[in-house]
């Protein structure tokens, strides 16, 4: 099999092909290795590749030929697996992006790594990402800027960047991401992959320095929402490292999304209830879509979204509290190697107080009230990924839409972070493209711990719009953008 028809299959196929010993775990990771070769250099998504490492854990599981579990769960069989560079692999250089880390080489993986190896998955290499994950466009000062593959003159959205783009290229079949204020969903929509955060727990992930804290998630990358299915699998589950993760769920979520579900009553608002400017193109391809699963028998009430109206100054408060945490030490002894955005955040998070921290906490308790609520009425909400077409990656964030000035450089991902405020799983899948041939996002959200219903519902939509076959691509210049 060429590497070209290999990297085109999806995660589900090659894992059936490790199984049955038709390809080798050494053939899987040679295969990626090689389309790293020759996609990346004109997409920068993929920074540092562990070649060797891979290839002797390849050799090792050929030599082993561990059984897979008995009922099949998330067992990966040697498929490579990329990872992003905020996390932590044992013997790999991980710089979290940041000039302050640009040669660090943990000795420990991080949970999550050690699940997908546990679990058969074969670590390939880091994808890039901003520094510390903050911002919604994918560049750094240790490694520069990751661009679209729909047009490389354009942005892969962050702060997953890396990730999608390798994902869309055929370079990966899975890649692990994180996701705080839309860093999973933004760049999924923008690349036309699949990304998932989940619920606050579900993932293990760590250790780290705020434990506790419920907006960042770690979740699964892949090209359609059957792959995401097999990699939440693997990652899902209850480490005692991580005091707030929970145990897998009884059935499998592959198991699960092989029941794709149509949503009875579905939500769509393009801009999430006013909380947010949206492109006309953008709201008008969602809006195609909702009108074709309405044809299919679900009740689609337009402009209907739950009050989240207070989420911009509960998420600036709120993230800022946990940069201050997570961060703040560092603002003393590298305050000159910092981004300005990620010194903002910063400061932000040590003036507020806790009154203001308090106000922040039971407004964010009473929009978790008003999501469950209407999720007694309603399968689903849904709403664009992302609210303009990927734009020029020279532009650090998007400043303005229409007459609509944004207050910080994060705001023009509000339509995400307000879903984050909720705790409630959200998914992005590709719902169409522009007449100049970039994608579009649609964000799905599913009610309170709801990831088994949410992807089944998910798997019956992609398969109505018929685009997961789009991706893997070669990456294009500005000229060959075509839809």
Known sequence: ???????ALSA???????????????EAVEASLRRIDAVNPAVNAVPTVCA??????ARKMMMERPAAPGDGRGWLAGLPVLIKDLVDVAGVRTTQGSLIYEDRVPERSAIEVERIERQGGIIL???NTPEFGAGANTFNEVFGATVNPWNTALTCGGSSGGAAVSLATGMAWLADGSDLGGSLRTPAGFCSIVGFRPS?????????????????????MARDVRDVALFLDVMAGHDPRDPISCDAPAESYSKAVQRPRRPGKVAFSADLGGITPVDSKIARICGEAMRKLSSEGTTVIESRAPDLSKSRDVFEILRAELFAAN???LLDTHRGLLK????WNIERGLAVDAGQIGWAERERGLMAQRMAAFFEDHDLLACPTAIVPPFPVEMRFLESLGEHRF?????????????????????SIPCGFTADGLPVGLQLVGPPRGEAKLLQCAVMIEDLLGLSAAVPIDPRGASLTAT
């Open 340 to 343: 300005p955005e990620v010194v």
């Open 407 to 427: 207050p910080t450089y994060i705001d023009w991902v509000a339509i995400c972070y307000a879903i984050t405020l909720t705790g409630c799983p959200a998914i």
């Open 12 to 26: 589900r196929e090659v894992v059936r092909l490790l199984e049955a010993g038709e390809v080798s775990p050494v």
């Open 327 to 329: 961060k703040g030490p």
């Open 125 to 127: 290499g880091k994808t």
């Open 52 to 57: 060797e490492r891979a290839l002797d854990r």
């Open 200 to 220: 606050p727990g579900r993932v293990p992930h760590g250790p780290g320095a705020a434990p506790f804290q419920t907006l960042g998630v770690e979740g699964p």
């Open 1 to 7: 099999m060429s590497v070209h028809d290999l990297v």
